[in-house]
């Protein structure tokens, strides 16, 4: 079966020259900015979206029809050329505009790219907005204008300089630069490379720095993950390095190599920044309830709390807005800090674990040795679609001694910490079921359960 065009609350993806093509671009453009068009506070004002692209090769192409789809319906376009996902959404704040859009695929391969939306806030729009953006691209109800009114497209060059700028403010870049670290940097010839090496000259890091080409050609599986990233491991041993960088293309997820060239996992991204940022002030953190537990225990230490929230990085940025969270993100080493953007940001990760290193003298594998660990088991259970969420409401009882979260499909947490979270996936007729226990096999007992309970209903 051809894949199908994917649209989700965080826009549209799908396989370029199939199903995503500059006729499709075009029109989710139009949709786009027909929503914000009835959303602007004046109807005398045009609205403005920034817009921006990963390295992919075909980056360009859908980024000018989508800007076309944009200025046929009437909305200005800032053009920030090949910048990260963060980046956009620094500038969509800092320009004032109605929107962002993002050209990326985030870690999926280069046949792919998407088209990602941020409001003016500089956030993904929940579920309710994302719903009439979706209407309005599969009713091709579009509010288009007429000669005279179509928008422009003009250029910002900015991007990085603002992102630099915003990042080195909530740190202290002399005590980091004091410690003149040897950091290996893997930017999967994504979009961060550039940004990210003159960050860490700022930083006054010798940066060895691999895959650095933002040619969109990934020199390995785009995903940050312990196979994936080999080559930087490598790196970190080959210049023995204090720490090794690996981001995925739009630069919002960011994966830690320790200073043996052991890859430590994403989950760990989060909790050493807020690691850092708690050992500074009190506050609360956010984070999805698929993310590690280490979060709590960390907050608990430092006498601050955690607020988990549905899985969504709107959903965690909505929440840090609404309860003033001083961190917050997700598990797959997306770090936000407000104070730079409102979207997961992996030079944020990168510059709050330099300090945190920086601060303490310690190494990534001591820091690491410092917070409890755990192991977490994922499995996809595949099932058919119509039958996804009576199912997933099968599983409701499967854990009577456990307490029950049912915000996202549900979160069992049991007296001692351990969790397991059953949700169906938006994307795929699978219910994703990840757990979290002292060792392997607890949390292959938890799997078992639910594996059973599911066979148990067919
Ligand atoms: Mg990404």
């Known amino acids: ?16 020259g199939v ?3 500059p006729a499709i671009a075009a029109e ?25 692209r990963d390295s992919r090769p075909s980056g360009q192409m859908l980024k000018s029809a989508t800007a076309a789809g944009l200025c046929a319906v009437g909305v200005d376009v800032v053009d920030l050329g090949l910048v990260t996902t963060p980046g956009v959404s620094i500038m969509v704040t800092e320009l004032h505009c109605a929107g962002g859009v993002v050209i990326t695929a985030s870690h999926n391969p280069i046949q792919y790219n998407g088209i990602k939306l941020l409001l003016g806030n500089g956030i993904a729009p929940p579920v309710e907005q994302a719903e009439r953006i979706r209407h309005c691209f599969s009713q091709k109800k579009f509010a288009l204008v007429d000669a005279t009114e179509c928008g422009q497209v003009t250029t910002n060059d900015q991007t990085d300089a603002r992102h630099i700028a915003k990042v080195l403010a ?18 999967v010839n994504g979009a961060g490379a550039r940004v990210t090496k003159k960050l860490l000259a700022e930083l006054g890091c010798e940066v060895s720095a691999i895959n650095d080409e933002p040619t969109g050609v990934f020199a ?36 830690i190599v320790d200073e043996n060239g052991t890859y430590i996992g994403e989950e760990y991204t989060l909790a050493l920044a807020a690691k850092y940022i708690f050992s500074k002030k009190k506050g609360r953190a956010a984070t999805n309830l698929s993310t590690s537990r280490m979060i709590e225990d960390i907050a608990q230490e430092a006498g601050c709390q955690v607020i988990r929230t549905a899985v969504g990085e709107a959903n965690v940025a909505g929440a840090m807005l609404k309860h003033n969270c001083i961190i917050g993100g997700e598990g797959n080493g997306g770090v936000i800090d407000l104070r730079v953007c409102p979207v997961r940001d992996s030079l944020v990760g990168i510059a709050l674990v330099l300090q945190l290193m920086g601060q303490t003298g310690e190494t990534i594998s001591q820091l690491i040795g410092e917070i409890s660990r755990y192991y977490m088991g994922k499995e996809k259970l595949p099932v058919v679609p119509a039958a996804k969420f009576q199912i997933l409401e ?12 049912p915000t996202d499909g549900y979160r069992f947490v049991f007296q001692n910490g351990d969790w397991v979270h059953v949700r169906a996936s938006n994307t795929e007729p699978v219910i994703r079921v990840i757990v979290e226990a002292k060792d392997q096999p607890t949390a292959q007992e938890y799997i078992n359960k639910i594996i059973q309970a599911k066979a148990f209903i067919h």
């Not at 079966?1 to 370029?16: F, K």
């Open 1 to 16: 079966m051809a894949e199908q065009l994917i649209i989700s609350v965080s826009g549209l993806r799908g396989i370029v």
């Open 19 to 21: 199903n995503l093509t």
């Open 28 to 52: 989710y453009g139009c949709a786009f900015g027909t929503f914000l068009k009835e959303g602007a506070a004046r109807s005398d004002v045009r609205p403005s979206v920034c817009i921006g």
């Open 170 to 187: 909530i740190v202290d870049r002399k005590t980091i630069a004091a410690k003149k670290f040897k950091v290996a940097l893997d930017s």
């Open 220 to 255: 390995h599986p785009p995903e940050p993950t312990a196979e994936n990233i080999k080559s930087l491991r490598e790196a970190v041993k080959a210049n023995r390095t204090d720490v090794g960088f690996a981001q995925d293309p739009d630069a919002d997820r960011l994966a």
């Open 394 to 405: 099968s599983f409701r009882t499967a854990f009577p001694d456990a307490r029950l979260d």
